[in-house]
């Protein structure tokens, strides 16, 4: 199509693009404002119309119209601007060479376009235009009629500029103002001028002022025939450009620094097309060292386009990310891969802004792409450093936990927790050692391993504690099958190596608003073991078991306070009777803890008893026992029984606390209390680890002369060789064993067996939880020393304990 060019003059943006919108099609259309209108003409010698919108009725906007009339005598022109302010100038009347138009009515605006096409503005008019502004345009002008100086006459501008009067101008003349650098410039122009033939020329110059100062102006200077006279006139015209020339230095000076900074940057500078190719029209030369594709292969997609050049997974990405941007006139920055021309792969780092035209579209988009891959790659190590466990190639806690909970605060709460919580395996690394469990580790968390899918990942929590985390919720029944394939995985190695495997699983929910919780539930459910016999077991974390850590929850509270001795609830103890089986008189007591919750009333000391242990309270808990069996103690010595023992419970923690016997030992002297009335009964169970430590306690504590036992002998791990080495002096027979006992059993059980070994290791026999006559009689006849047990007596009271001895003794 053939365009004509056309200049539109305007301070209007709205404007613009409405007269765009209507002449857009039927010319090619330069924009430009007040101040820049001079300049395009110049730039753009094809104009031949000119639309000037006078509309704003500015100063400024009416001067320039001024001199560009007068500079470019064949422009056509359209002015558009209100009738009032066209009357004033054109003698009242509207019509004639300016059209007017105070609005844009398209159809009457394109008919008076179709006139533009072959309308000329005369001379005469347009001088009587120049003469009506002449004098007040900011533009310096001086016309010099047959190019003779001494007929000049300037304007006021021009004296402004130069600093000289029309008589001082005249003399001097318009040579000797030009400043002495650049005289030789000035002199080549108006060679060239006179070579070429042209009637005139534009020139940037400095002037040296009347008072001495320099001037930076343009200059346009017209040779304009008199068709009359045969002669010549010169227009002079002369604008300050000072202020330009100090920003185009600095422009300069800005320029420099950006190719210098183009050139040495680590990646490379663009400007691209918003299109889905990202059509590249300037690419630096860091393009090669980055892509491995030169500037001029990626230009045009000549060879490949840029959108090629990204990774696959992030194109959408980026289109989406710049789509924003473009939309918030903000800036676009992205972390993504690149593929380079051999193959591999980059990351880099992309900051870009969108530049708009004056109607807010998109022109092209411009930015940096920089590599990143070495940053990257060490920011990849120190999150997979942070997320895995190295040793069993396992993404840990940290990583699921951050992930369980960005889910949660959105406000999801699909997720399940298969919590795998091996046990035993301590004893193995007594038995095996370190390596050994290590290898064990890793095979079964291979096995397990093996039921991952794309939605259930397998997650070290801690030792021995592995999460499979399903990011939906998993049915019941979908559940029931993953833990047989659990089952089916690793249940040869658990029993091989009599380790347990306790499965708990918990949903996320909206009442554990933190990963923790949903860990901790999780944890919970497999702790919560149904059957001791199995080796695997599996359980749900539900309403009942939530009541029952609310009630474990709320003890263990009481419990520590009672331990403080800010007593919440109350600690006692009772007192069971214990039968010298061959005179059926009392021996002595075993002292047993009693506690009562405000809350929750009695608890039994199977509940609260692990509950302390498990929070570190034993010792001072235990304390408090070892108090108030001594004051049950001196009771009975003050009440005249200077020989009967009690025997006080202590746990494997109280045992091992390196205090705990020097500490006994004072509490007992301070009571003023014979060492040999005081008893301490250890289960069997605790002797399974630390063996040698707490065979050493025993020993201590015989050498004090006080009494030891191991409870619920036969339930634990001793070996018939350990016992002779075990240094205490009574075997308590664990009720288990009494309870099947009757005169037809009596051939199958291995109680007259322990009884024989006592015996013959000189040990103490004493069989506990008997219940009837039959086995009270059967024991006796084994030649068991000592009986305890609800047919004998209940535990009791200090009041009826007191009794009781008195009444057996
Ligand atoms: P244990 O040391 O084996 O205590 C014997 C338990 O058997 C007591 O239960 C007692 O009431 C019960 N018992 C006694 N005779 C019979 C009987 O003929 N038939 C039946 N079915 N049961 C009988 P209790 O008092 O509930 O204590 C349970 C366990 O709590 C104790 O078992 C002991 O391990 C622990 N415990 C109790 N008091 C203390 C204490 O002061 N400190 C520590 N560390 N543990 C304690
Ligand atoms: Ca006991
Ligand atoms: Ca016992």
């Known amino acids: 199509m053939n365009f004509e060019e056309i200049l ?27 101040d820049t209108a001079l300049e395009a003409v110049v730039k753009n010698p094809l104009i031949s119309g000119v639309i000037y919108d006078l509309s704003d009725e500015s100063d400024k906007i009416l001067h320039t119209f ?32 300016f059209w007017c138009f105070d609005c844009l009515d398209e159809n ?45 006459f300037i304007n006021r501008s021009f004296q402004a500029i130069t600093g000289y009067n029309r008589e001082e101008f005249a003399s001097i003349g318009w040579e000797a103002l030009t400043h002495p650098d650049d005289q030789k410039i000035d002199r080549e122009a108006k060679e060239h001028q006179v070579i070429l033939g042209e009637k005139h020329y534009n020139l940037e110059k400095r002037l040296v002022r009347k008072d001495g100062t320099i001037a930076w102006v343009g200059e346009y200077m017209a040779l304009i025939e008199e068709k009359e006279e045969n002669a010549v006139v010169r227009l002079i015209m002369i604008r300050n450009i000072e202020n330009r020339k100090v920003i185009e230095e600095k422009l300069k000076e800005s320029d420099r620094s950006r190719s210098t900074l183009l050139q040495n940057l680590p990646g490379l500078a663009y400007r691209c097309a918003n299109d889905v190719n990202w059509t590249m029209e300037f690419v630096s030369d860091g393009a090669s060292d980055l892509t491995g594709y030169d500037p001029q292969e990626l230009i045009n997609n000549r060879i490949i386009s840029f959108n090629d050049i990204i990774s696959r997974k992030y194109r959408k990405i980026l289109l989406d990310e710049w789509d924003k941007v473009i939309e918030k006139r903000g800036v676009m920055q992205y972390e993504y891969e690149i593929i380079l021309k051999d193959g591999t792969t980059k990351w880099v780092y992309e900051r870009g802004v969108p530049i708009y035209d004056y109607q807010g579209n998109v022109l092209a988009l411009e930015g940096i792409i920089i590599d990143i891959s070495r940053s990257k790659k060490l920011e990849k190590q120190l999150q997979y450093f942070s997320d895995f466990n190295h040793k069993l190639k396992l993404p840990n806690r940290e990583l699921l936990s951050t992930k369980i909970q960005k889910k949660l605060d959105a406000g999801n709460t699909l997720g399940t927790i298969i919590l795998v919580n091996l046990k035993d395996t301590q004893r193995l690394y007594r038995s095996h050692g370190y390596q050994y469990v290590e290898l064990l580790t890793a095979s079964l968390v291979n096995k397990l391993k093996t039921l991952e899918t794309n939605r259930i990942i397998l997650y070290y929590l801690e030792e021995d504690i592995y999460v499979y ?12 099958e993953f833990y047989h394939s659990i089952n089916v995985a690793i249940l040869r190695t658990i029993i091989r190596e009599q380790i347990r495997c306790n499965v708990g699983v918990a949903h996320l929910s909206k009442t554990s608003l933190t990963s923790d919780a949903c860990f901790q539930k999780a944890r919970i459910a497999s702790e919560f073991i149904r059957d001791e016999n199995r080796l695997l077991n599996i359980n749900y974390y539900d309403d009942a078991m939530e009541k029952m850590v609310k009630r474990e929850d709320d003890l263990k509270k009481e419990l520590i306070e009672t331990s403080f001795d800010e007593s919440a609830g109350t600690l006692r103890l009772v007192f069971q009777p214990i039968i010298d089986l061959k005179t059926g008189k009392i021996s002595s007591f075993e002292a047993l803890a009693r506690y009562k919750s405000p809350k929750y009333g009695h608890i039994s000391p199977l509940e609260f008893i692990p509950i302390v242990e498990k929070n570190r309270i034993i010792v001072a808990f235990g304390k408090k026992i070892i108090e108030l069996a001594l004051d049950f103690v001196k ?14 419970n202590i746990s494997a923690l109280q045992l091992l606390d390196s205090d705990f016997i020097d500490d006994l030992i004072l509490r007992i002297e301070k009571a003023g209390v014979p060492h040999n009335l005081i008893m ?114 209940r535990p009791l009271e200090v009041v009826d304990a007191i009794k009781f001895v008195k009444e057996n003794i």
């Open 8 to 34: 539109l003059v305007s301070n209007d943006s709205l404007k613009v693009s409405r007269i765009i919108k209507t002449v857009g099609d039927t010319f090619k259309v330069i924009v430009a404002n007040s």
């Open 66 to 97: 001024v001199v560009m009339r007068s500079m470019h005598e064949d422009l056509r022109m359209i002015i558009l601007a209100s009738t009032s302010f066209m009357k004033s100038l054109n003698g009242g009347n509207p019509d004639g060479v």
């Open 108 to 152: 009457a605006f394109r008919e008076k376009l179709k006139e533009f096409k072959y309308r000329k503005v005369s001379t005469s008019t347009r001088m009587r235009f120049v003469e009506a502004v002449f004098d007040s345009s900011p533009v310096g002008i001086a016309i010099i009629p047959r190019d003779d100086i001494k007929r000049a």
């Open 469 to 480: 985390y399903a990011k939906y919720r998993m049915k019941d029944s979908e559940i029931k």
């Open 635 to 648: 009771k009975l010595i003050n009440s005249g029984i200077k020989n009967c023992p009690v025997a006080i």
């Open 680 to 793: 301490v009964e250890v289960t069997e169970s605790i002797f399974s680890a630390n063996y040698t430590q707490l065979n050493a306690s025993l020993h201590e504590l015989n050498e004090f002369g006080i009494k030891t036992a191991i409870d619920d002998f036969g339930t634990g791990f001793s070996s018939l060789a350990r016992i002779e080495k075990m240094r205490f002096n009574t075997i308590k027979m664990d009720r288990t064993f009494i309870e099947p006992l009757n005169n037809e059993t009596l051939n199958y059980s291995t109680v007259p067996e322990v009884i024989n070994i006592c015996k013959k290791f000189n040990i103490v026999s004493l069989a506990e939880g008997i219940e009837t006559k039959e086995q009270y009689d059967i024991l006796q006849n084994l030649g068991c020393q000592y009986g305890q047990g609800y047919y004998m007596s």
